[in-house]
């Protein structure tokens, strides 16, 4: 749920402000990480610096203190922010615990949608083709969710059960809406979704004819998380203040309804707890 909605909501509230100054010698990293997301030419750069821009104004700090970049692959994002350890990330829970200890990531806050701060994943297939997940060993599996790490898919999509890579014939797809069309002509045998995914699938006529075989346990969001720093440390409660205000915003307010957000809480102590322990596991 949180990666799409989250960079476009903060994206589209826009201050109007320009570029200011030079660019200091080490700026404070506002990295975007969207696994599967649009490719990291022309739409990432735009969508990182909206990030800078945005972010600069609503904190009323220099723009020119802030550097933005944009990943649609985990271990690229993970590779850049070990030698710019300054930084602010915008993701998912996927990339915190993948990269918590290597990082020293530390939480900020969570993505709340009409159903509360928990994200589910489905596994969608063709009415009356398949009955559960033991009937697709072997079978393909579609969509954007593929894009995260492999452990984080087995232990919160499929609660460490299955192992995707190894039970399916796995399809990462950016465009999870062309595999469920798939499904209807058989040449793709399951799709898994996000909780945003399926909403957004129910409203289709489509829906109709398919079914859902799987549904995983709730799953805490996570949108914005830091690596601290005494840069970051400095500014982290002004950065943290708009993020979790801008849903109240006048502008901020239509937006945040038109995509079905709520608005965004702060991590609490122990909110993580048990999906750290439920990925750190080693049975």
Same mark, same amino acid.
Request: charge should be positive; include cysteine.
């Given at each position: ?6 960079? @476009? %909501? ?10 200011? =100054?030079? #660019? +200091? ?28 821009? !945005? ?8 723009? #020119?203190? @802030? ?14 922010? +070990?030698? !710019? ?9 996927? *990339? ?24 589910? *994943? ?7 083709? *398949? ?13 954007? $969710?593929?894009?995260?790490? #492999? ?10 059960? $299955? ?7 796995? !399809? ?7 595999? $469920? ?25 489509? @829906? ?5 075989? !799987?549904?995983?346990?709730? $799953?805490? %969001? ?9 840069? %970051? ?24 309804? =038109?995509?079905?957000?709520?608005? @965004? ?11 750290? +322990? ?6």
């Amino acid at each position: 749920m949180f990666r799409r909605t989250l960079l @476009f %909501t903060l994206c589209l509230v826009l201050p109007s402000l320009s570029w200011a =100054g030079g #660019s +200091k010698p080490t700026p404070i990293e506002l990295v975007i990480v969207y696994p599967g997301g649009p490719d990291t030419g022309a739409e990432g750069k735009k969508l990182a610096e909206q990030l800078v821009q !945005h972010l600069a104004g609503a904190t009323a700090l220099d723009p #020119s203190r @802030f550097a933005g970049a944009y990943f649609n692959d985990n271990l690229a994002a993970a590779a850049y922010l +070990k030698t !710019h350890r300054d930084a602010f990330i915008l993701s998912g829970l996927g *990339f915190y615990l993948s990269q918590r200890k290597a990082l020293n990531l530390a939480p900020l806050a969570r993505l709340r949608g009409e159903g509360g701060s928990d994200e589910r *994943f489905t596994v969608v297939v063709k009415k009356g083709r *398949f009955k559960s997940v033991d009937d697709l060993r072997g079978k393909s599996l579609w969509g954007s $969710v593929l894009f995260e790490d #492999s452990r984080y898919v087995d232990r919160f999509a499929f609660s460490g059960k $299955v192992r995707a890579a190894q039970w399916f014939e796995v !399809h990462p797809t950016p465009r999870p809406l062309s595999a $469920v069309r798939k499904l209807e002509s058989d040449a793709a045998d399951a799709v898994l979704l996000n909780q945003a995914q399926l909403d957004a699938l129910k409203r289709l006529p489509l @829906f109709e004819k398919l079914q859902i075989i !799987h549904t995983s346990e709730p $799953v805490p %969001t996570l949108g914005l998380m830091v690596v601290p720093t005494p840069r %970051t440390k400095a500014v982290q409660d002004k950065i943290v203040k708009s993020v979790l205000e801008l849903c109240a915003t006048a502008k901020g307010k239509s937006i945040c309804q =038109g995509v079905g957000i709520v608005g @965004f809480d702060p991590v609490t102590p122990g909110t993580l707890d048990a999906a750290i +322990k439920k990925y750190d596991d080693t049975r």
